[in-house]
């Protein structure tokens, strides 16, 4: 029994690591940059919700969609500010130095605004939980939540991307950006798109992510910030379908770890795990090869 | 020409920064100057701004009643963010700055980290809440004023075998489940003290998790093995960041332990949103109750309220009798403020362990030469959202 409710866990964690690598995934697809404030923009969605809900008393639906708003018009914003002029520089270091450097800013900005006390976040889903085996397994409504909405975005965004116009701009940007150019595609405009999802996807995350634990402080998003890039490694970096896999893998894996191994080497065998994983296959699990061009 | 400019000023800058430096040290002898180093802003920050007001409440009464002797003490209190590096930075610019005396750090890691100076320095340091044994171990400088870790494992293992605690199933608890940070010394250092002395009591330790400070938000597991082994208490030497997930997290898989915790639990009612209801029975060995009747307590209670519109935790507490502890000292010693950093701590050191002093934290509170504090504990429940004395 302790070992369903372990796996329901692992699934769970897992689904919020894949809605998260989602985002690092589809910017490095598209931008070949790592985007590190990623996490923290997670952070900002979560306080969007905790102050409009707990604060200012909206109602819990209309807080989500104006999370997902500002979230959003952050990505783009962070989009246009720091990575844009600093596309076609000479290193890509560069792009990743400011990246970091955003991460920071988003944080201390957070803890100026909202002070560094940790807040308990109410809880957004309104599902009751489920018991099954006469109460030996309970399923909170915030796992059911999670695990839906990963699916639920998944495939949609996999429609999105095959089925649309901009989705396949965004293809064909990701495979070759001078080629899209042109072919008449609008590659500024589609990597703000890519952002644009990326930031709306991590308010989501922020808010299953706090419902489930519900803890908050400016420092929320880093760590799941930092598991969800591994997932996206895992995965292969790039790759839609990696993200999804290598989310719920780290997180089953993580949460088992913890069980039966122990609670101490949890993040050992994480990385355990994926130090084996890129040795043996370098670029993740569903990675492409890459073409080194000389 | 804008580089001239630009360096030109910064050598002014620089230059003026090494004068200010050096015209601290004339003016430093009517005034007694203490330091306080602790995390003012980060995660806990709560401490640190709790021991910074409590300190400056003791600091003004000492002074509106004339000082120490006649002179007066001036406090200054600067941010470690609870990080080792930027204690020792806070150190040093308290340095510059002319501190005589340190009260702080706040938190144990920090602590251990500035100790390493202020031992060089022979600088007398005393501090309200960092409780790690390595905090005054082969320190002989350094004071506290808290229970040290290891006698708050031994107290709170001695406190469930012996007092005993009655589980929600209405019978004396006898299975005993554990979980601690393994990356915090803190919680480490308290946990293996708990589990040593527990082979001496009547209960058994049916569950040991761990959790690191890089996963501290998901206890699903640990909760559920301290279920499947039908813990029926679960002993939480932890901060009460990740013990307010701990209960949120146990209500949800419907399992219902008594939650057993102690001084870093302290703050969990004050968490902001927090559904205080899951802390209702929670047991914290703590040395300070606001809610107590005794008089001083009272008047400080409500000196802080009016101040600070919160009811002040044992961390504030602490602090305020970390001031009126170095008051006593330096009146015992009948030190100057003339003296020098090194003279100071030689002189406070051996007036500290002669001293016996009754203040918010304990009564009759004395001081070895090693720097623990011999004081009786206090055990707390929590109900209806305040505490109460067991």
């Given amino acids: 029994m302790s070992f369903i409710n372990y796996v329901i866990n692992g699934l769970s964690l897992g689904s919020i690591y894949a809605i998260i690598a989602l985002g690092y995934t589809m910017v490095y697809g598209i931008a070949r940059m790592l985007n590190f404030a990623h996490g923290d923009v997670i952070m900002v969605g979560a306080f969007t919700v905790f102050f409009g809900v707990s604060m200012q008393g909206l109602n819990p639906i209309a807080a989500v969609f104006v999370s997902i708003a500002i979230c959003i018009t952050l990505g783009v914003t962070?989009?246009?500010?720091?990575?844009?002029?600093?596309r076609g520089a000479a290193s890509s270091l560069v792009v990743l130095i400011t990246a970091i450097g955003v991460s920071y800013f988003l944080q201390n900005l957070a803890l100026l605004i909202f002070g560094a006390n940790t807040k308990s976040f109410t809880s957004m889903v309104p599902i009751n939980p489920v018991r099954l085996a006469g109460g030996e397994i309970v399923i909170s409504g915030e796992t059911i939540m999670t695990i839906l909405s990963c699916i639920i975005i998944m495939i949609s965004l996999t429609a999105f991307i095959k089925k649309t116009k901009p989705g396949q701009a965004m293809?064909?940007?990701?495979?070759?950006?001078?080629?899209?150019?042109?072919?008449?595609?609008?590659v500024n405009g589609t990597i703000s798109l890519t952002f644009a999802i990326g930031s709306g996807l991590a308010a989501i995350a922020g808010i299953l992510l706090c419902s489930a634990y519900p803890s908050l402080s400016p420092y929320t998003g880093s760590m799941p910030g930092i598991k969800a890039f591994i997932a996206a490694v895992f995965g292969g970096i790039g790759s839609i379908p990696g993200a999804l896999i290598g989310g719920i893998l780290l997180g089953v894996i993580?949460?088992?770890?913890?069980?039966?191994?122990?609670?101490?080497?949890?993040?050992?065998?994480?990385?355990?795990?994926?130090?084996?994983?890129?040795?043996?296959?370098?670029?993740?699990?569903?990675?492409r090869k890459l073409q080194e061009k000389v | 020409?804008?580089?001239?400019?630009?360096?030109?000023?910064?050598?002014?800058?620089?230059?003026?920064?090494?004068?200010?430096?050096?015209?601290?040290?004339?003016a430093n002898d009517t005034v007694f100057k203490i330091g306080g180093i602790g995390p003012l802003t980060g995660g806990a920050a709560i401490y640190g701004i709790a021991v910074q007001n409590g300190a400056q409440i003791a600091v003004d009464e000492i002074n509106a009643a004339g000082g120490i002797g006649g002179v007066l003490i001036e406090f200054n209190m600067q941010d470690d963010e609870h990080d080792a590096e930027k204690a020792v930075n806070a150190y040093n610019s308290l340095k510059d700055w002319g501190m005589k005396i340190l009260m702080g750090t706040v938190t144990s890691?920090?602590?251990?980290?500035?100790?390493?100076?202020?031992?060089?320095?022979?600088?007398?340091?005393?501090?309200?809440?960092?409780?790690?044994?390595?905090?005054?171990?082969?320190n002989d400088n350094i004071f506290q004023v808290c229970f040290n870790d290891p006698n708050q494992g031994i107290g709170s293992?001695?406190?469930?075998?012996?007092?005993?605690?009655?589980g929600n199933d209405g019978n004396l608890v006898s299975n005993v489940a554990v979980i601690y940070d393994s990356s915090d010394v803190y919680s480490s250092g308290i946990y293996?003290?708990?589990?040593?002395?527990?082979?001496?009591?009547?209960?058994?330790?049916?569950?040991?998790?761990?959790?690191?400070?890089?996963?501290?938000?998901?206890?699903?597991?640990?909760?559920q093995k301290a279920k499947d082994a039908d813990a029926q208490l679960i002993f939480l030497p932890i901060y009460y960041t990740e013990a307010s997930l701990i209960?949120?997290?146990?209500?949800?898989?419907?399992?219902?332990?008594?939650f057993f915790g102690c001084d870093g639990l302290d703050g969990i009612l004050t968490v902001e949103n927090f559904n205080t209801d899951l802390a209702e029975g929670v047991i914290l060995l703590t040395p300070f109750v606001a809610s107590s009747p005794d008089a001083k307590t009272q008047a400080f209670v409500s000196e802080y309220q009016r101040l600070h519109d919160e009811v002040p935790n044992q961390f504030a507490a602490g602090a305020y009798d970390s001031i009126y502890v170095i008051k006593a000292a330096l009146e015992q010693s009948n030190a100057v403020p003339g003296m020098s950093v090194s003279d100071l701590g030689d002189a406070l050191k051996l007036a500290v362990t002669q001293i016996t002093y009754s203040g918010l934290t304990g009564e009759n509170m004395t001081w070895l030469p090693s720097g623990e504090v011999n004081k009786a504990p206090k055990a707390m429940v929590i109900v209806n959202g305040i505490y109460v004395e067991l």
């Fill in chain 1, 254 to 287: 993580e949460i088992l770890g913890r069980a039966y191994i122990s609670s101490q080497l949890a993040d050992v065998i994480v990385f355990m795990v994926l130090i084996i994983v890129l040795l043996v296959k370098p670029t993740g699990l569903l990675g």
């Fill in chain 2, 109 to 138: 890691r920090p602590c251990i980290a500035v100790g390493v100076h202020s031992k060089t320095d022979n600088l007398f340091q005393i501090t309200p809440s960092a409780s790690s044994a390595d905090v005054v171990k082969d």
């Fill in chain 1, 171 to 186: 293809l064909a940007v990701s495979e070759d950006k001078g080629a899209a150019q042109l072919m008449g595609i609008n």
């Fill in chain 2, 247 to 258: 209960l949120a997290q146990a209500a949800a898989i419907d399992y219902f332990p008594v």
């Fill in chain 2, 192 to 223: 293996e003290r708990f589990v040593t002395e527990a082979a001496n009591q009547p209960f058994s330790v049916v569950a040991t998790e761990a959790f690191t400070e890089d996963s501290n938000t998901d206890f699903s597991v640990q909760l």
């Fill in chain 2, 1 to 26: 020409m804008f580089k001239k400019v630009v360096s030109l000023a910064l050598i002014a800058v620089l230059s003026m920064g090494v004068l200010t430096a050096c015209g601290n040290d004339g």
């Fill in chain 2, 157 to 166: 293992a001695q406190y469930i075998g012996q007092v005993g605690v009655t």
């Fill in chain 1, 78 to 86: 962070i989009e246009f500010i720091a990575y844009r002029p600093l």
